[in-house]
């Protein structure tokens, strides 16, 4: 079974840190890039990071300098670290991973950054 599974969503004040996980089924190995996208209530979902395999990053403008995205130990793991979140970061996030041809999504986890 081929799937990614997100977790750490959460209600946080502004100001705030939170760290969102994604983790790859066991069939799915050493996957070559994983991204982390969010869609806000009413709103298009947009690219938030992205990270290749060699490690190398990219990320929304609005994000840079808060946002951190890595790989765990095994490569079928990838971490979002959020930090000083706004209300604006409000969303569910979701990952998502090219594999074998396929374009493999989670489900998504809620961030709600309120006060």
């Known amino acids: 079974q081929v799937q990614l599974v997100e977790s750490g969503g959460d209600l946080v004040q502004p100001g705030g840190s939170l760290r969102l996980s994604c983790a790859a089924s066991?069939?799915?190995?050493?996957?070559?890039?994983m991204d982390w996208v969010r869609q806000a209530p009413g709103k298009e979902r947009e690219l938030v990071a992205s990270i290749t395999s060699g490690g190398s990053t990219n990320y929304l403008d609005s994000v840079k300098g808060r946002f951190t995205i890595s790989w765990g130990n095994a490569q079928n793991t990838a971490f979002l670290q959020m930090n000083s979140l706004k209300p604006e970061d409000t969303a569910v996030y979701y990952c998502n991973a090219p594999y074998r041809g396929m374009d493999v999504w989670g489900k998504g986890t809620l961030v709600i950054v309120s006060s």
């Open positions: 066991r069939s799915m190995f050493s996957l070559n890039s």
